[in-house]
């Protein structure tokens, strides 16, 4: 099982990236789908979720209207689109994997590496 995050990279303020994160190694059609951030010094903290059907998302406060989260249509893969980008959202972000997902870290069985975020003033 693995979850493969990418897309990150170096962005202005008022920028936009597209991350991707594909599923292999068994079929994720099932599982909910989520992207955690950690910025340095902090802890892990939700971002976006997307159900198994793709009907039902969820976000933080701080990224509402800015981010997108949906899933490709052979549903092992998730996207966050992100726009109006913000120095704070720098962080290194995360995808994962699980039959609950939704905004907890522990409802989550499967994470993948990380991608950096960085975005500049």
């Known amino acids: 099982v693995q979850l493969q995050a990418s897309g990150g990279g170096l962005v202005q303020t008022g920028g936009s990236l597209r991350l991707s994160c594909a599923a292999s190694?068994?079929?994720?059609?099932?599982?909910?789908m989520g992207w955690f951030r950690q910025a340095p010094g902090k802890e892990r903290e939700f971002v976006a979720s997307i159900s198994g059907s793709g009907g039902s998302t969820s976000y933080a406060d701080s990224v509402k209207g800015r981010f997108t989260i949906s899933r490709g249509n052979a549903k092992n893969l998730v996207y966050l689109q992100m726009n109006s980008l913000k120095p704070e959202d720098t962080a290194v972000y995360y995808c994962?994997?699980?039959?609950?997902?939704?905004?907890?870290?522990?409802?989550?069985?499967?994470w993948g590496q990380g991608t950096l975020v960085t975005v500049s003033s």
């Open positions: 994962a994997a699980g039959l609950v997902g939704g905004p907890e870290k522990a409802s989550y069985r499967y």
């Open positions: 190694g068994r079929a994720f059609t099932n599982h909910g």
